[in-house]
């Protein structure tokens, strides 16, 4: 998701220890901010929580002026706060082919989130832009976020609802199911279901 807070008014810029505050807190965590103003500190946080394409053109661009250690090109996962991963658009193509999936068609979004071309250029030409060249996903994946269009290989049957997950912890399946949470019989772990998401990544519980 494409960082939006510094069109809000505002004071907030402290990104880095946001940042470092998004990545430390435990799942189902408040925060209450004092004198947040317009929310441009709010949306910063919220957006850190997203993953993205890690061979982006800003990730390209810091890495060739060094102003980043790691390699937007080579396969493995970046993780840029703890537990929220960019990953190579290659490398998530090569997961989707070992579980079953073919790609079909790719989208890239966002094209133009450089500050320099948001200042000059009209929001809704650069919308209009980016639709344009959205297409051209299939050739290639530069931009933050890469939509994937995949269509199950073979016939093996469709999965009932109560077999859609395992556990990560044990691998037991299926899953028992309460108000927002499934709960492993093998291991009794609880994990959250937020707004109909599944967070796999900690246990609540
Ligand atoms: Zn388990």
Known sequence: MEYTYHQIPGWFNYQDSYAQLASNLPDGATVVEIGSFMGRSTSFLATAFWNANKQNVKAILRYLLRR???????????????????????????????????????????????????????????????SWVQWTGDWWQLTPSVFVQCKTKGSTPAAQSDELFRCPTCGHSPLGSEAAQLICPGCHHHWAIRDGIYDFREPIG
């Open 68 to 130: 980043q250690s790691w390699s937007p090109f080579s396969p493995e996962p970046i993780e840029f706060a703890e537990l929220n991963f960019d990953f190579h658009p290659s490398s998530v193509r090569k997961w989707l082919n070992e579980t079953g999936f073919d790609v079909k068609r790719q989208l890239t979004v966002s094209h133009f989130r450089i500050d320099i071309i948001k200042k000059y250029v009209p929001l809704s030409l650069l919308v209009a832009m980016d």
